[in-house]
């Protein structure tokens, strides 16, 4: 049977960060496209692909010459560009609104810069890709789309070529290339054979890669000349430079493409828990960055604050650029983590100074009046929901210490508790503060504190025992194992108790597997496990309950506190460790007593239920382990690496991977030496946070998406000082009701990329079900209504005036029913 034909792709990729740092790949972006250039001087019918508009962006601000000469063949469709993102990020650890950014910011470039956008996603270095990504593409005005990773071997797909759908419905024509994105330098008949040993036998179009990459280079004249002589033999199908552009446009001709709805996974599960600390930052980051819009765009209303949306876009692009797939994922070499901590901490000072700047020019308009001594203090909530939650504040002279927080009258004046808590200072005269703010939905509401009130309270221990409950949630620790003993909603059933089998919470694994943990799918060779040291209660109180559990393994030691704050429904859980192991992982495990378990974890702008048989998978800010009488959702602020293992006494255990200490850098097959020298991950301190929810009902109805979203993007207090001002005491600037309200996310509130004067929503239905809402933003005067389809993720543009409609954009801002602005073809 003859095959093909054949498009052969031109290309160079470039790691912009691996076993180098970003400024060699910057230089190497500018000699690949050069050479491409050069090629295509040389042979008329040589087309030239390429992805990552950061690329483009580095040589339009450094080599214009060189940019216009890129122009020019992308005006004659020999300079192909597709991806339609920053760069070729990992595509499972970035949020679901950088996914958004990385083509609402490339998309906008291209067509500005170069009259084009992209139509063809491209990501064939990743190691693997979320499920919600159709969506994200399509939406994105990115049609189709090419892998390389899951390849064969490690995941089993319809075809080579298929529709891939996410939950709403949305779908992108999918096309795994065949045996490598990179070729030699010479000629290329053994890299096409193994491509076309990896195909179907078909006469409908296929597709393969060539060029030098990784380090850049593209197709050299030897590849080129080898595919004209390889075209004339009969051993081979008919071939020629082509662009993926054209394959796609062919292969979607077909009738009986088979459909894919699900993740495409796994490749390189080391990668989701490889390098904790560039992983905390990326979330810390995308989270002050989303809390940072909401403010700046009501202050721009309230206040008349600069707009700070070119800031903003530049704080987001260096988030986008260090989520390239070497960076985030943790395999790039330990110099690079400098820079990339640079560059995550540039994004984040932009985005607190931004906050800041707009949140206190809110509060400075909120009526205060004088009262001799008493402290003000304004708290905000960025998420279009009210939200409970436990405020800690630092206080020093002359505010008052022994004081109670008093409810402003917009809620009754009801005096409320104040504990005192550790202080961030060892110093005299500064003190911590905790106490249960009840906030409207975004918005804000004014506490004031004054000095004398019975309901202040020091916080020592009254009790010797180790259980926790608020009337909420009722936990015991187990001093001899460190972890839970009891855990249960009010008078509900126990969620943890005994097993016939020991289950260590705080497991050591042995892992000699290299940075990616190429060739294997689990890691839970538990080889020991820490063992506990002291337990003590270090706060009673009528606000906050404190365990603190430490535990030590060999060199490293581990910290958890257990805190139990008032009225909240879940346990936090606030770590720190101190990790001196090498080739080895730190998992901590929570086993359940829940039958007929099902697990569910996050994933960008969506969820996915997976099968709890040990494997380890991305989630993001949540993973819910369910059955019929209830659950218990874990929630997290900066972690990606998770495992459900279903066998133990058939009950679930859920592990969360929290550090691994590989070599930098370190890729299969090379051997490490007895006697090197290297550089481990992970070494050191680190801090993060979880939450266990325990709930009767299912993770739906118990808020988990709402809870986690809480813990990633807290509230912010603000001791405030006496002023006359037109805003009352409590204020809220958006809420989300209606029928679907609690399924609704409302995640962005920001301004439009075209500096018209509109307001940007971008909002996601959590749930799976179709969901009614109304939306409210009395700062605009506005109200907008709309469904969601199960899981859809939608964007709404308001005008600048309040008689101007709402309307639905793409993810680009942009009309869907309209051709790009600014695309001349």
Known sequence: MTRGPLHMIG??????????????GYQEVRATFRSALDRMDEYPDYVFTADSVAY???????????????????AEGRFEIVGGWWVEPDCNLPGGEAFVRHALYSQRWLAEHLGVIATVGCNVDPFGHNATLPQLLSKSRLDSYAFLRPQAHERELPGQKFWWESMDGSRVLAY?????????GGEISGHVTKALQQLPVTTEPLMVFYGVGNHGGGPTIENIESIKQLAERDLFPTMFPSTMRRFFDEARRFDDIPVHGTELQPHAIGCYAAHSEVKRQNRLAEQLLLAAEKWTTVAGVLSGTPDATTELGHAWKQVLFNQFHDIAAGTAIEPAYDDARDQLGEAKSIAARLANRSIQSIARQIDVPAEPMMVPVAVFNPHPWPVTATVE????????????????????????PMQEIRSAATANGRRRVAFVAELPALGYQLYTMRPGDSSYHVGTPVRDDFVLDNGVVRAEIDPKTGWLKSLAVDDGANLVPGRKKQVPHAQVIDDDTDTWSHGVRSLWKTTGAFEVTRVRRLADGPVRQIVRVESAYERSTLIEEYVLDAGADAVE?????????QLKTLKLCFPFAIDAAEATHEIPYGHLVREPNREEVP???????????????????????FAV???VDGRPVLAMTCVRSPVYAWHDPRQLDDDGVYEYLDQGIQKFRYRLQPHAGDWRAAGVVRQAAVLNQPVTPLIECFHRGPLPEQQSFVNVDGPGADQVVLSVLKKDEDDNGAVVLRAYETTGHEAEVTINLPFLNRTVQTTFRPGEIKTLVLGPTADTPATEVDLLEWDPTKPPPGVIR
Do not use: M
């Open 11 to 24: 290309n160079a990729h470039i790691d912009a960060v691996w076993l180098w740092q970003w400024q060699e």
């Open 56 to 74: 483009f962006s580095w040589i339009a601000e450094h080599d214009p010459g060189l940019f216009d000469r890129i122009r020019k063949r992308v």
């Open 176 to 184: 795994r290339i065949p045996h490598e994105y990179c070729s030699p």
């Open 393 to 416: 504040l630092e206080l020093g002279y002359p505010a008052p210490l022994r004081g109670a927080i008093l409810v402003s009258e917009g809620l009754a004046g009801r005096s409320l």
């Open 573 to 581: 859980v606030r770590v720190t460790i101190d990790w001196r192991e």
């Open 619 to 641: 989630s993001h800010a949540w993973v819910d382990v369910s059955g019929p009488g209830g659950g218990v959702a874990l929630l997290n602020d900066g972690k990606y690496s």
């Open 645 to 647: 293992d279903g066998s």
